[in-house]
């Protein structure tokens, strides 16, 4: 069983569109992320949830909208999308906020033309 | 957040041990220090933490120095699917962020 999953793996639209990545984990923890990894291939964190709830926003676009209807699920929502945009973006949870470990989705592939 | 900093690349034979270095002279008193992988087209993986003692586990070891500025990750035998960039990372205590540099890309040569 797949303990992070995400879907779609690829994505790929036309600048302006609106598109939503599904995250979902089966290992029961309380909190989520959404990551960031650009052309150049750093990480950054995007947001994260506690028990449906936000609790880190770093400084990403209101076109970027998570949420997150149970603790299993965080959701991706990006509006008027930009070139910009085009990363590979990953999704990861932890049994509690400061968990030691974080497990990683395989990582969603979104190309803006 | 606290900085590391470690080498761009690194190279290694299978079957060889392979020692990723990383410093972290900025390092507070309550930062752990967390190394993940992230092998080619795939999610980053945690591999190992510690905070001032060394730590094995199945996949490799961590040694921390005495004052705690710098660390290695020991993996005592690459194989060819150890080939991944590896970051080293500090967690402050009750931190939910990761906060990933550049890390270090391993090549394990057949």
């Known amino acids: 069983d797949t303990a992070v999953s995400q879907t779609p793996k690829y994505l790929v639209t036309q600048m302006g569109n609106d598109k939503s990545i599904k995250c979902e984990q089966n290992l029961g923890h309380d909190t989520m992320y959404w990551y960031k990894q650009d052309s150049k291939k750093f990480l950054k964190i995007m947001f994260s949830y506690n028990n449906k709830e936000l609790i880190i926003n770093e400084t990403v676009p209101n076109r970027f909208s998570p949420k997150s209807p149970d603790k299993a699920h965080l959701n991706l929502h990006i509006n008027s999308l930009e070139l910009g945009d085009s990363a590979v973006y990953f999704c990861?949870?932890?049994?509690?906020?400061?968990?030691?470990?974080?497990?990683f989705g395989p990582g969603t592939r979104l190309t803006v033309l | 957040d606290a900085k590391t900093t470690q080498p761009n690349s690194m190279e290694s034979n299978e079957e060889e041990p392979v020692h990723l270095p990383c410093n972290h002279s900025?390092?507070?008193?309550?930062?752990?220090i967390h190394w993940y992988r992230q092998l080619p087209s795939q999610g980053p993986e945690y591999v190992i933490h510690g905070l001032t003692s060394n730590v094995n586990n199945r996949m490799a070891s961590l040694a921390i120095a005495e004052d705690r500025k710098s660390s290695t990750l020991i993996l005592h035998r690459a194989t060819l699917r150890d080939a991944a960039v590896y970051y080293c990372i500090l967690k402050g205590s009750g931190s939910e962020k990761l906060v990933f540099g550049k890390g270090t890309k391993l090549t394990v040569n057949p």
């Open positions: 990861a949870s932890s049994e509690w906020e400061a968990a030691d470990t974080q497990y």
């Open positions: 900025t390092i507070s008193g309550t930062d752990y």
